[in-house]
């Protein structure tokens, strides 16, 4: 989601993005999602409800 999946409307791109995910995973490339997760919650742009 903070790689914008939730904006991709395109089934094909929806697949790409899971795949990516699936290939750069580790342990560091989730706490880096953690840390980007974190950041648009606080982010005063409208990144969290």
């Known amino acids: 989601q903070v790689n914008g ?14 795949l990516k995910y699936q290939q750069n995973w580790s342990l560091m490339y989730d706490i880096k999602l953690i840390i980007k997760t974190v950041g648009i919650l606080f982010d005063k742009s409208g990144g969290a409800y």
């Open 5 to 18: 999946r939730s904006q991709v409307k395109n089934f094909e791109d929806i697949i790409r993005l899971d």
